[in-house]
């Protein structure tokens, strides 16, 4: 059994499109978490949801919006995708958001915007 | 500003050596610490935290980290290094306590025979 997955594994398209990616966890975690790794494989935050509710929310454009419809899942949706959006996407899940709980990852979404 | 360096951006090491990949962080307090590994087309692993108590700490894989304070660093090591071990190895820090992790640049893995 897969603990958090995520759809597509591939994603390409072009410029100004609008693309969303799915995850689930099935660790029965409270927290899920959304990363971006760009091609010099830096990993940085973008949102975490604990219970469905927003508590991290870096500095990233409006045109990405996460959206958990219950605990399980946290989907990602991107508008008027860029060039500069090209990159590998993580989503991760945790226990709570206590700081000392494992994160869990998983395999990644590559995104690439012609 | 928070920050955390990798130093080494690239390591390679003969099957059966040691390892050490250095990882040092600049915050006022003793943040949490974590070592994560990225195999190739995969994603991340917890290899071993830090939070409080002992300062050498154990985790999965033979790997193994020790917190200096003074130092501000949270190396880790390995005492034979099995070719398998070659991959993706991420330093992180949590300052806030709430679980968001602030990643180091990174240090790519080569294991030769």
């Known amino acids: 059994d897969t603990a958090v997955s995520q759809t597509p594994k591939y994603l390409v398209t072009q410029m100004g499109n609008d693309k969303s990616i799915k995850c689930e966890q099935n660790?029965?975690?409270?927290?899920m978490y959304w990363y971006k790794q760009d091609s010099k494989k830096f990993l940085k935050i973008m949102f975490s949801?604990?219970?469905?509710?927003?508590?991290i929310n870096e500095t990233v454009p409006n045109r990405f919006s996460p959206k958990s419809p219950d605990k399980a899942h946290l989907n990602l949706h991107i508008n008027s995708l860029e060039l500069g959006d090209s990159a590998v996407y993580f989503c991760?899940?945790?226990?709570?958001?206590?700081?000392?709980?494992?994160?869990?990852f998983g395999p990644g979404t590559r995104l690439t915007v012609l | 500003a928070q920050s955390v360096t990798q130093p080494d951006i690239h390591i390679t090491v003969s099957e059966g050596a040691s390892l050490e990949l250095r990882c040092n962080y600049s915050y006022g307090a003793t943040p949490y610490l974590f070592w994560y590994v990225q195999s190739p087309g995969q994603g991340l692993q917890l290899l071993l935290k830090?939070?409080?108590?002992?300062?050498l700490v154990q985790g999965i894989k033979g790997f193994e980290a020790e917190f200096k304070r003074s130092q501000s660093s949270f190396n880790l090591r390995k005492p034979s290094v099995h070719w398998s071990d070659a991959a993706e190895y991420f330093c992180?820090?949590?300052?806030?306590?709430?679980?968001?992790?602030?990643f180091g640049t990174g240090t790519r893995l080569t294991v030769i025979p």
């Open positions: 830090y939070f409080s108590g002992d300062t």
């Open positions: 949801y604990n219970n469905k509710e927003l508590i």
């Open positions: 660790l029965g975690h409270d927290t």
């Open positions: 992180a820090v949590d300052q806030t306590g709430a679980n968001n992790l602030f």
């Open positions: 991760a899940s945790s226990q709570d958001h206590a700081g000392y709980n494992e994160q869990f």
